[in-house]
C-alpha cells in the first residue's frame, strides 16, 4: 500500500528544503513531467528536473515554508513559500501521484500586487 499523494508530496517539499535536489527527484516517477503554465515550459524527467533545479541562480540556500496541503490517494494540491534570503516566492503545485512518487506536477507561481485604494474600506490588511 502506498502513501496518499499529500504525504507523498509533503515528503517531496521536506526533501526539497536540503538542497539536494538529487535526492528530492527520487521522489519523481521516471516519465515525470512538470509544467509552468505561465512561462509556457515543460521539464521531463526526474534528472532534468535535479539539474534545473541546481543551475538555477540563488543568493543562498532555498528555503521551502509548507502553507497548506490538501489531496486525496492521487492527487495533491500544495501551496509553498519558496525563498534564497532575497528572492521571494509562492509556489501553487498541482500533484498526481503514482505508485508513491509524483508523477505530474502543474505548478504556479503567483506575483504580488498592491492592494487597490478602492476597496481599502471594506478588507483588513493581511500580515
Known amino acids: ?45 526526474p534528472q532534468n528536473f ?10 543562498g540556500p532555498w528555503q521551502f515554508t509548507i502553507n497548506r496541503i490538501v489531496g486525496s490517494e492521487a492527487e495533491a494540491v500544495s501551496d509553498v513559500s519558496v525563498t534564497d534570503g532575497v ?5 501553487i503545485t498541482f ?12 505548478e504556479f507561481w503567483p506575483e504580488p500586487f498592491p492592494a487597490p485604494e478602492n476597496r481599502r474600506h471594506l478588507v483588513e490588511k493581511m500580515t
Open 87 to 91: 528572492i521571494i516566492g509562492r509556489a
Open 1 to 45: 500500500m502506498f502513501q496518499p499523494a499529500s504525504e507523498v508530496v509533503r515528503k517531496f517539499w521536506e526533501t526539497m528544503q536540503s538542497n539536494d535536489f538529487h535526492t528530492a527527484s527520487r521522489l519523481l516517477a521516471d516519465d515525470f513531467t512538470l509544467e509552468w503554465p505561465q512561462s509556457g515550459e515543460r521539464i521531463c524527467g
Open 95 to 106: 500533484s498526481r501521484v503514482r505508485e508513491g512518487r509524483i508523477v505530474h506536477q502543474v
Open 50 to 59: 535535479a539539474q534545473m533545479n541546481e543551475e538555477y541562480p540563488a543568493h
